[in-house]
């Protein structure tokens, strides 16, 4: 079901700690963390803590994680 993290899925690894990223930010409802295979040297990805397949079932499900993956994003 949405949001239940899924033990096949990178991003949900890299929020509970099974894989080791570069956490650069987090809050209550979302991780920012240094890309793994960085297209630009800076690259920083934002993801939700919970899992959900896609942003649209994302902004469906939990429209506030929604919004704060996009305001994470936006603040570099
Ligand atoms: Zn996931």
Same mark, same amino acid.
């Given at each position: 079901?949405?949001?239940?993290?899924?033990?096949?899925?990178?991003?949900?690894?890299?929020?509970?700690?099974?894989?080791?990223?570069?956490?650069?930010?987090?809050?209550?409802?979302?991780?920012?963390?240094?890309?793994?295979? *960085? #297209? /630009?040297?800076?690259? $920083? %990805?934002?993801?939700?803590?919970?899992?959900?397949?896609?942003?649209?079932?994302?902004?469906?499900?939990? *429209? #506030? /994680?929604?919004?704060? $993956? %996009?305001?994470?994003?936006?603040?570099?």
């Amino acid at each position: 079901m949405p949001g239940e993290p899924q033990t096949d899925c990178l991003f949900c690894k890299i929020v509970t700690g099974d894989i080791p990223a570069t956490i650069v930010r987090e809050s209550e409802t979302t991780v920012a963390f240094r890309d793994i295979n *960085p #297209q /630009a040297p800076t690259h $920083v %990805l934002v993801i939700p803590k919970a899992h959900y397949p896609d942003a649209a079932s994302l902004a469906a499900g939990d *429209p #506030q /994680a929604a919004a704060d $993956v %996009l305001r994470e994003a936006a603040s570099g």
